[in-house]
C-alpha cells in the first residue's frame, strides 16, 4: 500500500505565501491543484510550432477559477467573525461564495443581472442557498450597489475587490512554474473585471522575487469585443457579448491591470462573439476539454496572436480556461452541430443511424 497525503485544498499547499496563521481555521473544497494540459491537435491546425497548455480551471469544486479566491475569502471572513458575505455575480462568483458560505456555516447574498446568468451558476447559487438577489441591471450596477449596501450592513464583500481574493487566485501561476519547471512566454487569459489576470502577475512575480524562476510571462488580456473597455480606453456602459461571464464594462481592477500589461509587456485584444465560440467549439471538438464561452476567449486570443506571428513560433503558451462548459448547457446545445438523431427503438433503426452518420 502506497500512502499518498490528502490533497486539502490550496491555502493548506501555499500556507508560506498566503495570509493565515497555524491556527487559522481553513475554509476549503478542495481547491486548486487543476491539470495544466498540452494541447495536440489545435496547435497542428494552426501549421506553427508552438506548444499550448491550457490551465484547466473548470475543474475547481464549483466549476470555476472563482473557488482559489473564495477560499481566502471566506476563510478570513470567518477568522475576522464575518456571518455574511456578499457580491455581485456575473454567475461564477455567486456560485462560488454559494458553496463557501454553506461549508463555513454562514449566509450569502448575491446580486445577479436579471436573466443574463448562465443557468448552470443560478443553479449552483439556489442549490447552495445563498439568497439570490436579481437586480433589474448589469453587473457594473450590482457591483455599485454591493459597495454601497456593505457600508451599512454587516456584511463582508466577497468581490475580487477583496485583497484575499486575488492572494487565493495567484496560486494557479505558482502551479503552472512548478509543473513546467519554468514559466511560460506568454499567458493568455479572459478579461472582465482583470482580478484573475493580476493575480497571475502577482503569482509569478512572487516566484521570480524569491529567485523560484528566473523569467516571467508576457501576460495577454483577451476582452469580449462587446465588452472591451481595455480596448476603448474607457469603461463601457451598455457592455454586451455572448459571454455573459465577462459581459462587464466597469472593471474593478482597472489601474492593476494597466500596470500588468506595461510590467509584462504583454498587452490586451478583444475577440467577437463568433471567434468566441468557434474556439469553444475547437476545444470540444479536437480536443476533448469542454469550457463556458468566456474562457474560450484565452485560446480564440491566443490563436489569432500565433497566426500572425505576434506570438512567436517556438513559444511555450499557458491559456486559462476559467470556467467548465456545463456552466452554460444552453449555449452549448444552440451552438453545437453534433447529430441528434431520434429514431423507432429497433435494432435496424439504430443501426441505420449508425451506418448513416459513420462517414460524418
Ligand atoms: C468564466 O462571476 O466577474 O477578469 O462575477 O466567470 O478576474 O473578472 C466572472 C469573471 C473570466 C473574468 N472567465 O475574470 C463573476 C465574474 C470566467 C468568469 C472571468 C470571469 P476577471
Not at 494540459?37 to 475543474?59: A, F, M, Q, S, W
Not at 480596448?231 to 451598455?238: L, N
Not at 474562457?295 to 480556461?321: F, M, N
Request: with cysteine; charged share 20%.
Amino acid at each position: 500500500m502506497v500512502y499518498r497525503p490528502r490533497y486539502t485544498g490550496l491555502i493548506e499547499r501555499y500556507r508560506d505565501h498566503l495570509p493565515v496563521n497555524d491556527d487559522t481555521r481553513l475554509i476549503s473544497l478542495g481547491e486548486g491543484n487543476t491539470p495544466l494540459l498540452k494541447l495536440n491537435n489545435i496547435p497542428r491546425l494552426t501549421g506553427k510550432n508552438v506548444d499550448i497548455y491550457i490551465k484547466y480551471e473548470g475543474l475547481n469544486p464549483t466549476g470555476s477559477f472563482k473557488d482559489r479566491g473564495m477560499t481566502m475569502a471566506v476563510t478570513k471572513a470567518v477568522e475576522e467573525g464575518s456571518k455574511a458575505i456578499i457580491c455581485a455575480s456575473t454567475g461564477n462568483t455567486s456560485a462560488a461564495a454559494a458553496a463557501y458560505a454553506a461549508r463555513a456555516g454562514i449566509s450569502a447574498f448575491v446580486l445577479i443581472p436579471d436573466g443574463k446568468i448562465a443557468l448552470g451558476k443560478l443553479a449552483q447559487a439556489m442549490m447552495h442557498g445563498a439568497t439570490v438577489i436579481q437586480i433589474k441591471g448589469n453587473f457594473d450596477k450590482g457591483m455599485q450597489l454591493v459597495k454601497e449596501v456593505a457600508e451599512h450592513t454587516p456584511v463582508t464583500i466577497v468581490n475580487s475587490i477583496n485583497p484575499y481574493r486575488l492572494q487565493g487566485q495567484k496560486t494557479a501561476a505558482f502551479e503552472i512554474v512548478e509543473e513546467l519547471s519554468c514559466a511560460p512566454d506568454f499567458h493568455c487569459l479572459p478579461v472582465g473585471n482583470a482580478g484573475n489576470i493580476s493575480a497571475h502577475w502577482m503569482g509569478y512575480s512572487e516566484y521570480y522575487q524569491d529567485g523560484i524562476v528566473a523569467t516571467r510571462p508576457k501576460m495577454l488580456g483577451y476582452q469580449a469585443a462587446g465588452s472591451a473597455p481595455f480596448m476603448r480606453g474607457g469603461m463601457v456602459d451598455e457592455p454586451e457579448t455572448v459571454a455573459t461571464a465577462i459581459r462587464i464594462g466597469h472593471p474593478q481592477s482597472w489601474d492593476k491591470a494597466w500596470k500588468v500589461k506595461e510590467e509584462s509587456q504583454g498587452w490586451f485584444d478583444e475577440c467577437t462573439d463568433e471567434e468566441i465560440l468557434a474556439a469553444q467549439k475547437l476545444l470540444a471538438e479536437k480536443e476533448g476539454i469542454f469550457c463556458e464561452p468566456a474562457s474560450a476567449t484565452s485560446l480564440a486570443g491566443a490563436l489569432r496572436d500565433i497566426q500572425t506571428g505576434k506570438i512567436p513560433e517556438g513559444s511555450k503558451v499557458v491559456c486559462t480556461l476559467t470556467g467548465h462548459g456545463l456552466k452554460d448547457p444552453d449555449i452549448a446545445i444552440k451552438q453545437s452541430s453534433s447529430p441528434v438523431v431520434t429514431v423507432s427503438a429497433t435494432l435496424e433503426s439504430v443501426r441505420d443511424a449508425i451506418l448513416d452518420n459513420m462517414a460524418k
